[in-house]
């Protein structure tokens, strides 16, 4: 029997009002039904953002370190079901059980530092100009947060915005991503059984045009935080910098990993694979360029392509499986487009480049790992995110013209050096123009108390993560006390 899921709206799991559901189905396998989630409209948002009003006005008044318990408790009850939440993840977005488990403990490592942000949330108090006069600022919550998330994460990114919009005392409506609203389901019933008021906590399912454009449409929706690609963010910007909302957006990226000729190749080879093809190329700090210097570059580019054909394509929840599918029908056929796009603009096509078909992947949305050569800067696929299993190699000659292609693209999140030369990689962390840079590392792997975000066209100078994602859900006020008993002049002259 299918299950019928249902939005949280005013403290009730509750039909959408239009009465229309779309389904979720496994992208491993088209046949295995998830279930139907609501398809909501402007209407459920509006009952949503009335309901996050009513719990913006309770939770602002709980003390900072009693919503951090209950952030504690989520934490808590995510290693409990830790297990069991990998596992529908994996089932309703394909990666493997390692990386869902890794989702889940973004989630978990998120949680715990944000209950202890609860004791912290500083403000700074300062000298006066004046006598008898304090100074000093502290932060405020801001209100309703529109929190609108992707499908590639999908319990990280919203535990990245929800846990500490709820630490600062804000409300949330929260729409996942169409592709994965299962998850979002789970984490909801979560910070329920944490004890977050039911009003604080909105989940309104659907799709993004509709429930997500009425959520950043809505006047009384003061901030919004979206994650996911540059041309969505962008409409979101335009309506939010009309209406003089608070904005954070994280959006796509076009990473690149560099090898030069004195790096440790087995190294950079395990980071390039994992970079490249972990997530099915469905990250936004995947590794979609290999910059390689010409000495090393034949060598290398072979026995990456032989590691590449012995990669395991399947099913994510079975074992052995080192590449799941993508996540819909829509996502193959981009990925099939660029892979005509690298062909008719002359790059070579080493290995993949197709559907991929065989046993056990007859019922998913399976793409070969794919790997051009011979690619120049300034082709469509060395220039435009493709967000699947696709690689673009391109031949330098030293290690400044590779810091140059890193660069001369419209993205800038994260970038990867491989060399022994300490000099040249402290160079590479000053002139790389990208939110993260990782040295002998690959273009992944964030961790939950570090800013995590990117420059130019990846996003608009905000970070999530780490301590500064609290002053994107805070709001600075200053208060002045002057106990003199008398009328102290500032901003005058004085002297
Ligand atoms: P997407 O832009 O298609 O969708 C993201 C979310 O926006 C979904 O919830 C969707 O329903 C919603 N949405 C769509 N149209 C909307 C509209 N008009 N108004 C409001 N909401 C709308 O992205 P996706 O395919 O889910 O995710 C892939 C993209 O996300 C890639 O570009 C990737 O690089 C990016 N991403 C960025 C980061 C980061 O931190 N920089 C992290 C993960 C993914």
């Known amino acids: 029997m ?14 959408p009002a239009g009465g229309a559901y779309y389904e979720n189905r496994n992208p491993a396998d088209h046949d295995d039904l998830i279930g139907r989630f609501p398809r909501s409209s402007a209407a459920d948002v509006q009952k949503a953002v009335e309901s996050a009003k009513r719990g913006f006005d309770l939770w602002k008044r709980t003390p900072a370190p009693a919503r951090g318990d209950a952030l504690r408790r989520a934490g808590d009850i995510l290693v409990r079901r830790k297990d069991e939440i990998a596992d529908l993840m994996t089932r309703e977005m394909g990666k493997p059980l390692a990386e869902t488990k890794g989702d889940v403990q973004e989630g978990i490592d998120t949680a715990y530092y944000a209950a202890t942000e609860g004791r912290r949330l500083f403000g700074h108090t300062v000298p006066s100009e004046l006598r008898n006069k304090w100074a000093m600022s502290f932060r405020r919550p801001i209100g309703v947060c529109g929190i609108i998330t992707p499908f590639n994460f999908p319990l990280a990114i919203p535990t990245w915005k929800i846990f500490p919009a709820l630490l600062c005392g804000n409300s949330i409506v929260f729409k996942p991503a169409e592709d994965v609203p299962h998850t979002g389901h789970v984490f909801i019933e979560i910070l329920l059984e944490a004890g977050v008021p039911p009003e604080v906590l909105q989940l309104v399912h659907g799709v993004g045009e509709e429930a997500g454009k009425a959520i950043v449409d809505h006047p009384e929706v003061p901030i919004v935080s979206f994650t996911g690609s540059t041309e969505t963010g962008k409409l979101v910007g335009e309506t939010c910098g009309r209406m003089h909302k608070r904005l954070s957006l994280e959006m796509g990226g076009k990473n690149a990993q560099i090898v030069l000729d004195d790096a440790d190749l087995e190294l950079a080879l395990d980071g390039v694979l994992w970079g490249a093809f972990g997530t099915t190329g469905q990250r936004c700090t995947a590794t979609s360029r290999l910059i390689v210097q010409s000495g090393v570059h034949d060598q290398f580019l072979g026995q990456l392509v032989d590691r590449v054909k012995k990669l395991k394509l399947g099913d994510g929840r079975k074992s052995g499986t080192d590449v799941g599918p993508m996540i819909n029908e829509a996502a193959v056929r981009k990925t099939e487009h660029y892979v005509d796009v690298g062909q008719s603009e002359g790059a070579d096509l080493l290995c993949g480049g197709r559907r991929a078909t065989g046993k056990g992947l007859e019922k998913g949305w399976y793409f070969e790992p794919t790997i051009f050569a011979r690619v120049q800067a300034g082709m469509r696929i060395e220039q435009e995110e493709i967000f ?3 690689l673009s190699v391109i031949r330098v000659n030293t290690a400044d013209e590779a810091f140059t292609i890193n660069n001369d693209v419209k993205y800038g999140l994260s970038s990867s050096l491989y060399t022994r030369d300490v000099n040249l990689a402290f160079r590479a962390l000053n002139e790389l123009d990208n939110g993260i840079t990782y040295v002998n590392a690959p273009t992944i792997g964030a961790e939950a108390h570090m800013p995590f975000g990117g420059v130019k066209q990846t996003g608009n100078g905000h970070r999530e993560g780490g301590w ?28």
């Open 2 to 15: 299918t299950t019928t899921f249902k939005n949280f709206i005013g403290g009730a799991w509750v039909e």
């Open 388 to 390: 699947g299993p696709v």
């Open 468 to 495: 500064e994602v609290y002053e994107f859900y805070s709001e600075t006020k200053v208060g002045y006390v002057d106990f003199s008993g008398a009328l102290q002049r500032a901003q005058i002259d004085n002297y």
